[in-house]
C-alpha cells in the first residue's frame, strides 16, 4: 500500500487557523490508505480537501478514519472507499463552513459502508461525468437538509439505507438530476423528502434522468413535495413494497413511469402532459381516492395486470382531469363495493381486450366530458349499473355485458343516461339483463341519447322490465341486424324511438308511448315492432321515412300486438293525410295507405318513377324507333 504524505508549510498552518485549510492529493495509479494521522490535522470549518486521480485508472483511496472537519470533499478521477467495520464504523464529519457542506464527484466513485457521515444542517451532493456515489449498507447520513444535483452519466445509490430528509426554503432546496444522470434505491432502501418550510418543493429529473427502484426500496415527497419528470425521464418500480409515492407528480415531454412485479405508484395527484406515460405492468391494488391527473396527454396504463380498488364504501376511484386510464392486453380492474369508478371531467377510461369485474352492488359513473370506452371487452362479477351524466359518452363496442345489473340508495335505474351523455352500443356488443330486482330498469333521461348499431344486442326484456324515455331523449337503433327488448316501454311526449333499416328486431312486452316513433326504411323497406303483451297508450307522432326506398311498391308491418288495440289516429291514407303521420315519401306523388289487420298496423307503399325514370323511358322509346325505321327503311332498299 502506498501512504499520502502531505506537506505543511507554516503559510499552510496559517491558511487553517485563519480561512481554512485546502488538501489537494493527486494520486497516481494505485491503492493508498486515507490515515487519521494525515487528514484530521484540518480545524474545524475548514476549506476543501481535494482528492484527484488519473483519468485513464482511477485511483483508489481507502479511507478507515474516525474524524474530519473538511467543509468540501471533492473527489476527481479517483475512487474513495469509507469502509469501517461493524465494531468501529469509519466516521466522517462535515464542518459548517461558510458555505453548505460538500460532497462533490467528478468523473470519479465514492462509496461508503458501515460509515457515519455526518454533514451538519445541510448536506449537498454533487456528482458530474461518468460518476457514482453509493451509500452503501451500514452507511448513516447525518443532515438537516438535502441538496442532490447530478448531471452527465452519473449516479447515486442507495443500499439498503434509509435516509429522510427535508427540503428548505431557498434555491439550494432544489435537487435536480438531468442528463442522463441515476437514483437508484435498491434492498430496502429509503430516500424520504419532506418540505419543511416555504413553497419551493419541486425534484426534477430531466434530460434522459433516471429512477430505479427495487427490492422494496421507496422513494417518498411529503407534505407537498412535488416529483417533476421531463424530457425522456424514466422511473422504474419494480418488486413487490417498492414504491414510488409523491404529494404531486408532473410527468412532461415523454417522461414515463413503469410499475412492474408488484411495484406501487401514487396517483392521488398526477398532471401528464405531451405523450407522457405511466405504466403498470403487474397487479397491485390502490387505495387513494382518486386519479385526479390532468394534462394534455396524460396516459395511465394497466398493461396485462390487475388493478384492485381497495376502498370501503360508497367512494369511487375518481379518474379526472384529462387522463387517460388505458385497460390493455388482459387487464382487470376490480371493482369492489356500491361505486366504484368515477370517469369526470375531461378524463377517458378504456378497457381494450380487458375487464371490469365488479363485486357487490358496484356503480359506475360518467359526468362532464368523461368517458368510458370498452372494445372487445367483459363484464365479470353478478352485478354492476352505469350512472351517466352530463357529456359524458359510454361506448360499448364488440363487448358482452349480460349480467344481473342492480343499483343502490336512491338510484332509480341501472343504466341510467341524463342531460346530453351518451351510450354507444356497437360491432356486435350486447348489453342485457339477466333478471332479478325487477323494479330497477332502463333510463334515459333529459337530452341523452343512446344508439344501438353494427349488429348489436339490447335486452331488458327479462322480468318485463321497465325501459323510460324521457324528457327529449332518443333511442336511435341504426341500419343492420340489431336487437332491441325491453318490458315494460314508456316513452314520453318529446322522446323519440327511433328504427332505421328493414333488419331489426324490436320487441317490447307493454307500450306505453306518448312521444314520437320513427321508422326509416333502407333500400328494401322497414322493421317491424312486435308488441308481445298490450298497448296501454299510444298517442305520439309516428313517422315513417322512405327517401331511401328503391323499390316500387312495399306492403309491411308497422306494429304487431297480441292485445286489441285499434290505431285509429294512425289509420289513413296519403289523400286524406293525418295528424299524428308524417309520411316523408321518395318522390313527389308517391302514394301511401295505412290500415290494420289481423292484429298488425301495415302500410302499403306505391313509388311513382321519378322524372329522371320517365326521361329514361322515352329515351328508350324513340331510340327503340329510331332503330325500327333504319332497319324498316333498309329492307325497303332491298
Known sequence: MKKIILPITPLALFAMSAYGANYNATLGEGTYNWTDEIWDTAPNNAGTVSVTGVSADKSILNYTGTQTNENKLLVTNATVNMQGTAETPATYNFGAGENPPTLEVVDGIFNSSKATLTFGNFLIVKARGDS?????????????????????????????????????????????????????????????????????????????????????SSFIGQNGVKLVMSNNAVATVDGTNSALNFSAMQLNNSAKIDVKNGGTVSLADVE??????????????????????????????????TMTRNLSGATPITVSGSTKLNFINGATFNGQHNHSLAVTEDAIVTFDNSTLKTATYPKVSGEGNGQLIFKNASLGGSYGSFIFSGNAVMTVDASNFSKVFHTQNSDKYTFNFSENSVLNIQNGSTIKHNGGYADLGFGIQGSAKVNLTGGSTLDFSANNRKFDILGTASLNIGTGANTFKAGVFTMESGATLKIEGSQNTVSIYNLNSAGTLSFVADTTGISTVNVTSEITDMSGMLILDFSRFLGEELTAAIITTADIFTFNEYIGTSESGLEKVDVITRNEGDAWDIYFEDGTLMIAYTAVPEPATYAAIFGALVLGLAIYKRQKNGQERQ
Do not use: H, P, R
Open 132 to 216: 457514482e456515489i453509493n451509500f452503501n449498507s451500514g452507511t448513516v447520513l447525518n443532515s438537516g437538509f438535502i441538496n442532490i444535483n447530478l448531471a452527465g452519466s452519473s449516479a447515486l445509490t442507495f443500499d439498503g439505507i434509509t435516509w429522510n430528509k427535508s427540503m428548505w426554503q431557498n434555491a439550494n432546496s432544489m435537487n435536480i438530476y438531468t442528463d442522463s444522470s441515476k437514483l437508484v434505491l435498491k434492498n430496502a432502501a429509503t430516500l424520504n423528502y419532506t418540505n419543511f418550510w416555504g413553497a419551493l418543493n419541486e425534484v426534477l429529473f430531466d434530460q434522459n434522468a433516471s429512477i430505479d427502484i427495487s427490492g422494496g
Open 272 to 305: 401528464i402532459n405531451d405523450s407522457a406515460s405511466i405504466n403498470f405492468l403487474s397487479d397491485f391494488s390502490y387505495s387513494n381516492t382518486g386519479i385526479k391527473a390532468s394534462g394534455a396527454s396524460a396516459t395511465i396504463n394497466i398493461d396485462g395486470a
